[in-house]
């Protein structure tokens, strides 16, 4: 069982940076990938990020590419989200996800954390 806590949402003004922290704990690096998901009120569930096995960047969601980046942390079992020129339709809150690695679609992951409430003015 995999368990995910996220920390670092807030708010800020558009064009600024905030960096999203999940730790996860039941997780195995090389078999369990992780990612983020984000959603909007109103507004479906989305994959912004996911990264392979062996922690390298597999996708982003087009609106975030060049912008946020996904990045990994094996010795203890941190992923990060780097979000940069952050825009208004970045509002959201935002999700740590995880699942044995096998698809990228991180919408669909099995696991979640509670979620982080980013809000960009």
């Known amino acids: 069982h995999v368990q995910l806590v996220e920390s670092g949402g807030g708010s800020v003004q558009a064009g600024g940076s905030l960096t999203l922290s999940c730790t996860a704990s039941?997780?195995?690096?090389?078999?369990?990938?992780l990612g983020w998901v984000r959603q909007a009120p109103g507004k479906e569930r989305e994959g912004v990020a996911v990264?392979?096995?062996?922690?390298?960047?597999?996708y982003y969601a087009d609106a975030v590419k060049g912008r946020f980046t996904i990045s990994q942390r094996e010795d203890d079992n941190t992923v990060y989200l780097q979000m940069n020129d952050l825009k208004v339709e970045d509002t959201a809150t935002y999700y740590c996800?995880?699942?044995?690695?096998?698809?990228?679609?991180?919408?669909?992951?099995?696991?979640r954390g509670q979620g982080t409430q980013v809000t960009v003015s």
């Open positions: 996800a995880a699942d044995i690695c096998g698809s990228w679609r991180v919408v669909d992951f099995f696991y």
């Open positions: 039941g997780y195995r690096y090389g078999h369990h990938c």
């Open positions: 990264l392979s096995a062996s922690g390298d960047a597999i």
